[in-house]
């Protein structure tokens, strides 16, 4: 059964905004880290952002930092990606993933536990 299930993506003009939900199943989501990777056509997978279990600590690849916010509601199991400024640079399918190492170090994680159907985001220029 689906356990991470993302949505929010779609078309937008250079300079818009989306915002990405992601919603959980899984039992150890109020105690698990929760981010989002990306892997655009022909490129390896960038890790995006990483929020803590508690919501109160994030990080982010340089890349998105001060463009990109994540957050999470423990009460409805679901993390969201609010995007601003969005360029085609962004273009990718988007992922979000849980897992039960601290947030610090999933920036430098080759995988994760879990992640789910992405969904793709399409920035046109």
């Known amino acids: 059964h689906v356990q991470l299930q993302a949505c929010g993506g779609g078309l937008v003009q250079a300079g818009g905004s989306l915002r990405l939900a992601c919603a959980s199943s899984?039992?150890?989501?109020?105690?698990?880290?929760m981010g989002w990777f990306r892997q655009a056509p022909g490129k390896e997978r960038e890790f995006v952002a990483a929020i803590n279990f508690s919501g109160r600590r994030t990080n982010y690849a340089d890349s998105v930092k001060g463009r990109f916010t994540i957050s999470r509601d423990n009460g409805k199991n679901m993390i969201y990606l609010q995007m601003n400024s969005l360029g085609p640079e962004d273009t990718a399918v988007h992922y979000c993933?849980?897992?039960?190492?601290?947030?610090?170090?999933?920036?430098?994680?080759?995988?994760?536990?879990?992640w789910g159907q992405g969904t793709l985001v399409t920035v046109s220029s």
């Open positions: 899984l039992h150890t989501f109020s105690s698990d880290a």
């Open positions: 993933f849980s897992d039960a190492r601290s947030y610090y170090y999933l920036p430098n994680a080759t995988t994760y536990d879990y």
